[in-house]
């Protein structure tokens, strides 16, 4: 192993660590009452001021001002187990992480005021996109060939990776006539992200192992981007809305080291999103309601370093996502709302997995209740549960990958990696509501 080349290291690592930057999965976290009803409808029920994060047209049915805002309390559950990597002397386990994320709270706030029978406005704080791993646990080498030797752990692929946005939202609606609206809106997008690599390596003259730093990105910047909405309402208890968000390139700076390499900007893209929903009211207490949302991840398709020189740091090959749901609000009293939600949430992961990533369909149930403290003033709950799949990954170590050219004899897969993973959440959140 001493004939380790850092240089190579080097190149490697700033080719395919970069994967854990960007989400593989987006955040439904924007309202209790979205929560509780799995988001069914959220486009055009227009219940509260929240709908302003999902169709901008939908301020048009309001003829008083509101305020919501709240907190969601993400109990997020992923659990990296069995990495191990094939050998010429047996499988080299490195071993597991049952907690490889932690619980987050994600805020928001909306407010709409209507300026006359024509016109409305509203500004918004929310969430779109967020995750947060940490895997650092298994970057240690291990000993083979009963402690003779050890190899090290694919530490291009294994530690701590968070990513955090907010959406701040200004949108206008006007209506056309009875039954026709039309919004539109600027977010201003702020993310921060972090990323680190690191782990021992046999790099000393001698072969010893050294502690090394791959990767160490901390970074942050703002973006800018839109969302086009429209409701048409069939009549009083009967209506479907339909919107776009246009989402930017998102450039953030600040520490960006790849390999030993200093740049000031990294690149990423993110994905649109359309949606389109229906709302019917089918009985004085019953009302019925759905959702079809996609999500462009297909365009998330590198993400890319600038500054001393530009150069594409990941490919991807991940597909369109859709989610669909549906959900049901009964009103039991005139103080007591209650509601429940299905939503089908599919992967995106398409040829390119990620350990620290780690994706898969997701099946939401949820519930939720609303209390109307007074005629101006309601409390919303929801929570959610959200199962994810058990899934069987590969993905490629550079590192390990150099190791098996420097030891042949220990095989020629040693850079693919395998691990099962396991994501779970559950979410817990609370809304207030103010009429003015």
């Known amino acids: 192993m001493k004939y380790f080349n850092k240089t190579l290291i080097a190149v490697s690592v700033a080719l395919v660590s970069t994967q854990s930057m960007a989400a593989g999965f987006q955040l439904n976290s924007q309202s209790a009452t979205g929560i509780g009803r799995a988001f069914a409808g959220d486009a055009v029920i227009a219940d509260n001021a929240s709908v302003l994060s999902r169709n901008p047209a939908a301020m048009a049915m309001f003829d008083e001002k509101q305020l919501s805002m709240g907190l969601t309390y993400a109990d997020v ?168 968000r246009f989402s930017p390139e998102f450039t953030a700076d600040g520490t960006v080291k790849f390999g030993g390499t200093d740049y000031q900007e990294i690149n990423i893209p993110i994905p649109d999103i359309f949606q389109v929903a229906g709302f019917h009211q089918l009985t004085d207490k019953f009302a019925l309601h759905y959702t079809a949302q996609m999500t462009t991840w297909g365009d998330f398709h590198e993400i890319t370093v600038t500054d001393p020189s530009e150069a594409q740091l990941k490919k991807y090959a991940w597909d369109d996502s859709w989610l669909f749901s549906v959900g049901g609000t009964y009103s039991l009293t005139e103080n007591w709302t209650v509601r429940a939600g299905y939503m089908f949430d599919q992967g995106v992961v398409g040829e390119v997995s990620s350990i620290s990533i780690p994706d898969s369909d997701r099946q939401w149930y949820t519930m939720g209740a609303t209390y109307n403290v007074s005629k101006h003033t309601s409390i919303d709950f929801g929570i959610a549960f959200i199962r994810g799949e058990e899934t069987q990954l590969t993905e490629q170590s550079s590192v390990l990958g150099l190791v098996g050219q420097q030891m042949p004899t220990l095989g020629d897969d040693l850079g693919t990696v395998h691990a099962t993973t396991l994501s779970n959440a559950t979410y817990y959140s609370m809304q207030y509501n103010y009429k003015f």
Not at 118 to 137: E, L, P, Q
């Open 77 to 244: 559950e992923v659990e990296v187990s069995d990495v191990y990597i094939n050998s010429n002397v047996g499988q080299i386990h490195y071993g597991n992480v049952p907690d490889a994320a932690e619980a987050k709270i994600i805020p928001n706030f909306y407010y709409i005021s209507p300026i006359n029978d024509k016109f409305a406005y509203g500004v918004a704080m929310f969430s779109n996109f967020g995750t947060g791993t940490d895997t650092g646990d298994l970057s240690q080498p291990k000993s083979i060939l009963g402690g003779k030797a050890t190899i090290p752990a694919p530490v291009d692929l294994l530690g701590k990776t968070e990513v955090t946005t907010i959406n701040f939202n200004l949108s206008a609606s006007y209506r056309i006539n009875d039954h026709f609206s039309v919004g539109a809106g600027l977010d201003v997008i702020y993310g921060q992200g972090t990323l680190t690599r690191s782990g021992e390596l046999p790099l000393a003259p001698d072969g010893s192992y050294v502690p090394v730093d791959l990767v160490d990105v901390d970074a942050d910047g703002v973006a800018f981007g839109g969302i086009v909405g429209a409701v048409y309402e069939i009549n009083a208890n009967h209506r479907i809305g339909v919107s776009y």
